[in-house]
Structure formats: structure tokens, C-alpha cells
């Protein structure tokens, strides 16, 4: 990874390489691990959540979205029906999860990545950029990040923190007392739990619906630049 | 390990929930078009099974002998406390507290076997704490007993051992690694709410670990064992997290 290539492009650039998104190697590794780790805490979680639900409400994940593998046969073999597997998924993925996503929050601080592109961010900003996004009349350009964006990202990171803490006192209410305690004991920490995951695949619905419109920054986050983008495409919005 | 669900609801609601679940999952099935979940490939189950080795280690690690479980006042208390098995309430051990005695095996100096009034003898411990399920229920109740620790060091258990093991009236059985064991809290719970346990959570008595998941609070015991090989469990063997820790 040379110098020119982790350097981030501010303002005016010159024509070769204006528009062209940098995400080091690092950064795309970490982004893809925290994918997965996502994708199996969620399917494995809503699995877990369909057997005692945290919200006094009737509702359940379809099982096909959820992760376990076949019940009918481990209810066949173990009358049991498909938790302990979920359960597994949830608590091996777990150390992926909170590894990865430690690494990545270290990383995006200790680089600058996220003063220098997640920050200034104020209030008047992110309406008039919401009121823009929300006409489609906001611009996008590879490699900057507008203020809706950098709510999100901010919002992202903190709901994803909120549900780990909140998983972790729901693993350890009595090891972990404490944190379970300030999340309202064990009971409310569940439903912490639920709504940080809810929040986190609201922003997934987000994220991928907009990389899907702006297909450019999948390419940036696969290859880490878009090798053609010499100018930021047209009617692309976020 | 029955759902709560299940349990209240009527006969015809059960079958039409597990028709719409197998629905659901037909549909699923289609939708994936690959016919097999990647779950129950033999290599992810052999890692699954790993992580949840290293899982045990962890929470040993995490685990505070001197760390006491949450307690509660007696109006948190809940009166309806919840019969939870693998069966329905009316195949639950029905035992007499005449024939029983409790059986006792492996690294344990003294094996003679203990008769209800014996163990109701010994001196008690009382505790209000969260019973946690593993399926994410939780309930708060009054237990009261013998320390599972005095007990061990009074019959010349081998308290250098690494497990202490289970067996109890109704088939299940389970195992706790000795400093759970030999925690303060974990009782040999002769009194429910302060009356003596009913047949139905496990007369004569149940081991009460409140810093463990419910699973790893057996009922009905009939035989404790000390040893060194790895019992297992009802619900471990069939994939649940040996440690089980809270």
C-alpha cells in the first residue's frame, strides 16, 4: 500500500485522479469480516429470539431467514429443535464480531479516517442533505462523504456498540452484573439487544440499497479504487 | 427446554403452529434453492462444536468464585413459577420420600447414600435469584437447601476433581465443573418459595446454580458422581454449551 494510494483526495485534484475512492487494504478486510460477522450474529439471533421473544408482541422471524440449520432433524435425532445451533452460530460468531469490530473502530480513529471524513457533522448540514437526498438532488461524489452519510456511519458504530454491550449482559448477568444492571437488568437488556440489532439492519437495508445505486463505491470497497472513475457519476445519490 | 408457548396452548393450536412452522420452512427450502443449510455440513458443525469448547474455557476464565448472582427482594418473587422439562408435567417424577436415597459415586470417600431427612438436615442457605433459561425466559424465585459445597467436603468428595456429575429420576443428567460446584450459592435446593420443592420442580431436591443457565440446575437428582472425565449432559450432548455460565 503506497503512500499515494492511503492518501485521501481533498478538493480540487487533479484530473487522473479526482473521484477515485481509496480505502485501504485494511479498512476493505475489516468492512468484509464485519459483513459476515453481521449477516451470521443477525440470522443466528432471530432464530434465537423466534423461541422466547423479547417484545410482547406476536411476531417471529420467518425461519428461512434465520440461521440453525434443519430443525426437523435435530428434532428427530435430539428433540430438539434448532436453538442449540443457532446458539452455537451466535456465540462462535460472536468472537469474530466484537474482534473485528474493535479492530476496525481502533483503526478508523488511530488512522484519522474517521476526523477527517466522518467529522465536521452538525445539524443544519444533515437536514439540508436529507432534504436534498430525499428529492434525489444530492450529489454524490466518491471519496466524500455527505453529512446524511456521516450520521449514519456515526449511528452505525454506536448501535452496534450498544448491541454488544448489551449482548454481553445478557451472556453474563452475573459475571458481568454491573453493565447488566446499567442496561435495566437482564429483562431490558434483551430488549436493548433487540432494538440495536434493529437498528443495525436498518442501516444494512440503507447501506446496500445506496452502494446498489452508486455501484461505484462496491467496486471501491472490493478493490479499494475504481480504476475508470475519472469523474463522479451522474445521478448517483445517498 | 419446552417451549412456553407450546406448553399453554391447546392441542389444535400446537399442531396448526407446527404445520405453519414446517410450511415456513418448506417455503424456506425453495426460496434457497440449495436444499441443504450450510449448519449441517459435518465442517461447520465440527467448528461450531470447537468455538463452543473454547467457549467453556472462556467462562471458566470470566467466572468469579467469589462473584455472587444478583439477588431479590421476596415481593420480586414469582408464585407461578414455571414447571419447565423435556415432557409434560403429568410424566414428571413422582418420588417418595421414603424410597428415595441418594446415590453417590466416583471420587467420594464416604459413598453411603443419603435419605430425604437426612439431607433436610443439614443446615440451609436461602436465595432469591434469576433463574435465566437458555431460551431467553427468566423468573425469579426463592430457593433454599444445603450448600452443594458442604456437602461434598462433608462426604470426602474429592474436591481437587474436575466435575461433579448428575443423574437423576427422569433420564436427564448433567455436570458442573468444581468451583461451580463449590460456589456459595450453589445449593442442594430442598424448599421452593419456602415450602418443601413440589414433585413437580424436582423433589427431593434440585441443584440451584444461580450462576448458570437453567439447564444446569438438574431436578430429581438420584445420583451425584466426582470425576475427572467429562460427564456431559442431557442438553450439552445434544449441542447446548457445556459451561452454560451466566
Partial sequence: ?238 | MTRPNLERAPLVQQIERRLFLRQTLSLGALTLLTGCDISDQDGVQKVLHAMSRWNDRAQAFLFGRETLAPTFAESDVVHNFRYNAFYPVADAPQLSAADYRLELSGLIADKRPWTVEQIGALAHESQITRHVCVEGWSMIGKWSGPRLGDFLQRVGADLTAKYVGFQCADGYSGSLDMPSALHPQTIMAVKFADETLPSKFGFPFKIRVPTKLGYKNPKWVTTIFVTNRMPGGFWEDRGYNWFGGS
Avoid at chain 1, 481533498?10 to 475489516?30: D, E, F, N, Y
Avoid at chain 1, 476496525?104 to 436529507?130: C, M, N, Q, T
Avoid at chain 1, 452475573?174 to 434483551?190: D, I, N, P, S
Wanted: glycine share 10%.
Fill in chain 1, 1 to 238: 500500500m503506497t503512500a499515494e494510494v492511503t492518501s485521501k483526495v481533498r478538493g480540487p485534484a487533479p484530473a487522473g485522479v479526482r473521484g477515485v475512492q481509496l480505502h485501504p487494504l485494511s479498512r476493505r478486510i475489516m468492512h468484509w469480516i464485519n459483513a459476515l460477522a453481521i449477516i451470521v450474529m443477525i440470522g443466528s439471533g432471530w432464530r434465537i429470539y423466534n423461541y422466547y421473544p423479547a417484545l410482547p408482541i406476536n411476531f417471529g422471524f420467518p425461519l428461512y431467514l434465520t440461521l440453525g440449520g434443519d430443525f426437523t432433524v435435530t428434532e428427530a435425532l435430539d428433540d430438539e429443535d434448532g436453538l442449540a445451533n443457532a446458539l452455537a452460530w451466535h456465540f462462535a460468531a460472536m468472537w469474530v464480531s466484537v474482534i473485528n469490530f474493535g479492530a476496525f473502530v481502533i483503526v478508523g480513529f488511530a488512522s484519522g479516517h474517521y476526523r477527517r471524513d466522518f467529522l465536521p457533522v452538525g445539524p443544519r448540514a444533515f437536514v439540508s442533505d436529507l432534504w436534498a437526498a430525499m428529492r434525489f438532488k444530492l450529489d454524490h461524489t466518491l471519496g466524500e462523504y455527505n453529512a446524511v452519510q456521516k450520521v449514519l456511519y456515526w449511528g452505525v458504530l454506536g448501535a452496534i456498540l450498544l448491541t454488544i454491550l448489551s449482548g454481553l449482559s445478557i451472556w453474563k448477568p452475573v459475571q458481568l452484573k454491573e453493565l447488566t444492571w446499567l442496561f435495566g437488568g437482564y429483562e431490558f437488556a434483551r430488549v436493548v439487544h433487540f432494538f440495536g440489532m434493529a437498528a443495525i439492519a436498518g442501516f444494512l437495508v440503507v447501506h446496500v440499497a445506496l452502494s446498489l445505486l452508486v455501484p461505484s463505491t462496491l467496486v471501491a470497497m472490493i478493490l479499494g479504487r475504481v480504476p475508470g472513475a475519472r469523474h463522479p457519476p451522474k445521478g448517483g445519490t445517498t
